[in-house]
């Protein structure tokens, strides 16, 4: 479906969105909280301002490229008008869980908790990035034979080419980092959260790991990764239930116990206020059931 430069491709079996590409001249849509049901690739070509995702806040400039995982809330703040391209997927339209070997943009551009959502885009990247979205946009126009297949192939090459360039940004900023002697603590610590994010839940649990004072370590985290420790470990739990609640069909109960919680439902009002949505309504519009066919 085209309409006024929208170009939508509509789940016939569920009448929800599946794939959208669109431009915005001159305006801001998301000045306000979002937490949409899919994934959002954002192209701010003109305008600069601050962005509010989860718990941090980031300022941007022009040809910034914003990657949001679904529900992750955000909100865009631009000084001036902005303008730009956006791109929206969902998982039942191309699911980067089961693609992860293909395009290994999970944890680089989506779900990745130590690191600002966006990237910088640079001439060369940015002539790539324009061809390909014309070729989306020309593809969406006349429905042809292998269509949709064709549309996948587009979307893994735009996110190839944008994880590519976060992970060269990444160790830039990893450089930059090293000279300013960033403690070697918040790597064990990185390390510790991958390893103990299903059962050691609080900050002093890390703490005392590290053999560090909470309010020590929360200080050093809130100064590199503009997030607090709390927030850090509650992330990555989220993005963990969201996985087994999008790829399995483990029982709600089944997945708190596995995290840790030994309470479903104090796991569940955990999850709805880090989400913004119960365990049960993120399935529903967002998982197994659907995923398995893609």
Same mark, same amino acid.
């Given at each position: 479906?085209?309409?006024?430069?929208?170009?939508?491709f509509?789940?016939?079996?569920t009448?929800?969105?599946?794939?959208?590409?669109?431009?915005?001249?001159?305006?801001?849509?998301?000045? #306000?909280?979002?937490?949409?049901?899919? @994934?959002?690739?954002?192209?701010?070509?003109?305008?600069?301002?601050?962005?509010?995702?989860?718990?941090?806040?980031?300022?941007?400039?022009?040809?910034?490229?914003?990657?949001?995982?679904?529900?992750?809330?955000?909100?865009?703040?631009?000084?001036?008008?902005?303008s730009?391209?956006?791109?929206?997927? #969902?998982?039942?339209?191309?699911?980067?869980?089961? #693609?992860?070997?293909?395009?290994?943009?999970? &944890?680089?551009?989506?779900?990745?908790?130590?690191?600002?959502?966006?990237? #910088?885009?640079?001439?060369?990247?940015?002539?790539?990035?324009?061809?390909?979205?014309?070729q989306?946009?020309?593809?969406?126009?006349?429905?042809?034979?292998?269509?949709?297949?064709?549309?996948?192939?587009?979307?893994?090459?735009?996110?190839?080419?944008?994880?590519?360039?976060?992970?060269?940004?990444? %160790?830039?900023?990893?450089?930059?980092?090293?000279?300013?002697?960033?403690?070697?603590?918040?790597q064990?610590?990185? &390390?510790?959260?991958?390893?103990?994010?299903?059962?050691?839940?609080?900050?002093?649990?890390?703490?005392?790991?590290? /053999?560090?004072?909470?309010?020590?370590?929360?200080?050093?985290?809130?100064?590199?990764?503009?997030?607090?420790?709390?927030?850090?470990?509650?992330?990555?739990?989220?993005?963990?239930?969201?996985?087994?609640?999008?790829?399995?069909?483990? /029982? %709600?109960?089944?997945?708190?116990?596995?995290?840790?919680?030994?309470?479903?439902?104090?796991?569940?009002?955990?999850?709805?206020?880090?989400?913004?949505v119960?365990?049960?309504? @993120?399935?529903e519009?967002? &998982?197994?059931?659907?995923?398995?066919?893609?």
């Amino acid at each position: 479906m085209i309409q006024n430069n929208h170009f939508t491709f509509i789940n016939p079996q569920t009448g929800n969105l599946a794939f959208k590409i669109y431009n915005f001249e001159n305006q801001n849509p998301f000045d #306000h909280i979002q937490r949409m049901n899919y @994934y959002s690739l954002i192209w701010v070509k003109k305008g600069k301002g601050n962005v509010k995702a989860d718990f941090s806040n980031y300022d941007f400039q022009e040809d910034t490229l914003f990657s949001f995982s679904p529900y992750q809330p955000f909100m865009l703040n631009s000084e001036d008008e902005i303008s730009g391209t956006v791109i929206n997927f #969902h998982p039942d339209f191309f699911c980067i869980h089961k #693609h992860q070997k293909d395009v290994a943009c999970n &944890g680089v551009l989506f779900n990745n908790i130590y690191d600002p959502p966006f990237i #910088h885009i640079n001439e060369a990247v940015k002539a790539n990035f324009e061809m390909i979205i014309d070729q989306i946009k020309t593809e969406m126009q006349k429905p042809d034979l292998a269509q949709y297949e064709l549309l996948i192939s587009y979307l893994k090459i735009f996110l190839i080419s944008a994880s590519r360039l976060k992970t060269e940004q990444q %160790v830039d900023a990893k450089k930059v980092t090293a000279e300013n002697k960033e403690p070697f603590i918040l790597q064990n610590l990185k &390390g510790y959260i991958e390893s103990h994010y299903r059962t050691k839940h609080t900050a002093s649990d890390y703490a005392e790991l590290l /053999s560090i004072s909470p309010k020590a370590l929360t200080k050093i985290t809130k100064a590199h990764f503009n997030k607090t420790l709390t927030d850090l470990i509650s992330e990555r739990i989220i993005i963990e239930a969201k996985r087994e609640l999008y790829l399995t069909n483990k /029982s %709600v109960k089944e997945i708190a116990f596995e995290l840790g919680y030994n309470d479903e439902y104090y796991f569940s009002r955990f999850f709805k206020k880090n989400a913004d949505v119960s365990p049960q309504l @993120y399935r529903e519009t967002v &998982g197994f059931d659907r995923a398995s066919t893609v």
